[in-house]
């Protein structure tokens, strides 16, 4: 078997002085990169010089580029991204540390399961002198094993809609998807973009196992809430009414049935503008894409429908076909006389089934 080329996509600034923590995290894996691409974004500090010494002694061809405008984070992983040559693309951040064996279980992840489009783990959350916290990435975002299940099943993209559960430098994808990822939108975060993208033309595979140290800081751009701070989660302890006076019962009766509803109906209809940007963003990307598509781009798109392959406007269908569900179900009609065909042909389609929860859900949606 022909071994398959792998490229980490860095991107870095202002690093110091978790930086060189991050550098010997790479060069001590067990399956080291066959290139890494850096994209500094107008470092101040020595972030470059670090960069310059590592490429010195690194063991693989290391690639620095130094951008002449400030791009932010999104477009700076966009132009990494784009100049890596190898068959997998691995993202990293500049601030945390790679567990040895991160590489090979990416690749070998990959590598085993052709239908996968990208691949991500979970991560223990550190601080600044990388003292473990006591929890992890999926825990702090209450990514549980029944929802893990649900997103191996094929409702990945219905569960992404509500939250990314899939971090940057936790992903490897396939580079031949990379014409279908970029371009990034400047107001997404480059990994949430690319795993609904890699969720709707194909699957997502999961790693249980903590595959790197995420690094919780004060200058960091996106961090992670322990999980007794998340919404979602609900504790595990057990009960303690019985420790309460009867006045602090009833007061936190009141506060259930009146305050909690209130703050029940703005999160649902914030989800409801979350998963409707979502869909729209997605949708004109996609159409954008196809409307592009020319001869010596055919491939690159028969390749990531393999025999399901169809001319122009078939392929269109099939690929937004859990974007249009959503957009579906988002835009139901006040009538439930007018959602009856709307809904039945989503159940005749059997999107219900492959991306929400079911005939369940296609009754929630009639009666609501």
Request: glycine fraction near 4%; hydrophobic fraction near 40%.
């Amino acid at each position: 078997m022909a071994k398959h080329t792998l490229s980490v996509a860095m991107c870095t600034y202002n690093g110091m002085p978790f930086l060189p923590q991050q550098l010997d995290s790479i060069l001590a894996q067990s399956r080291l990169p066959d290139e890494m691409v850096v994209c500094d974004d107008c470092s101040q500090d020595d972030t470059l010089s670090t960069l310059e010494e590592f490429a010195k002694s690194a063991p693989f061809p290391v690639h620095i580029h130094r951008n002449e405008t400030n791009l932010k984070s999104t477009k700076n992983f966009e132009k990494a991204i784009g100049l890596c040559t190898c068959d997998i693309i691995a993202l990293s951040d500049q601030d945390d540390v790679w567990l040895p064996h991160k590489l090979e279980t990416l690749v070998k992840a990959l590598v085993d399961n052709p239908a996968l489009c990208a691949v991500c783990s979970d991560i223990e959350v550190v601080d600044e002198q990388s003292n473990h916290l006591g929890y992890t990435l999926w825990a702090s975002l209450g990514f549980g094993p029944d929802m893990r299940r649900e997103f191996r099943s094929g409702k990945a993209l219905s569960i992404l809609t509500e939250d990314n559960y899939a971090a940057g430098m936790t992903m490897a994808f396939w580079s031949k998807y990379r014409d279908l990822f970029l371009p990034i939108p400047d107001d997404w975060v480059h990994d949430y973009w690319i795993v609904l993208l890699a969720a709707s033309v194909g699957e997502v595979g999961l790693i249980e196992e903590p595959l790197a140290l995420y690094r919780i800081h004060g200058k960091q751009q996106i961090g992670t809430p322990p999980p007794d701070e998340n919404p979602k989660i609900v504790s595990q302890s057990p009960a303690t009414d019985h420790t309460q006076n009867r006045g602090k019962r009833i007061l936190f009766s009141i506060l259930r049935n009146t305050v909690f509803p209130v703050r029940l109906l703005k999160r649902l209809y914030h989800n409801y503008l979350n998963r409707r940007a979502i869909a729209v963003s997605m949708h004109y990307h996609l159409q954008e894409e196809l409307d592009n598509v020319g001869r010596s781009r055919l491939p690159i798109f028969k390749r990531i429908l393999g025999s399901r392959y169809q001319p122009r406007r078939e392929y269109f269908l099939y690929v937004v076909s859990p974007v249009e569900h959503i957009q579906a179900r988002l835009n139901m009609p006040s009538s439930r006389l007018a959602r009856i065909p709307i809904i039945a042909r989503e159940l005749a389609c059997l999107r219900y089934h492959r991306y929400s929860t079911g005939a369940l859900c296609a009754i929630r949606d009639l009666i609501y």
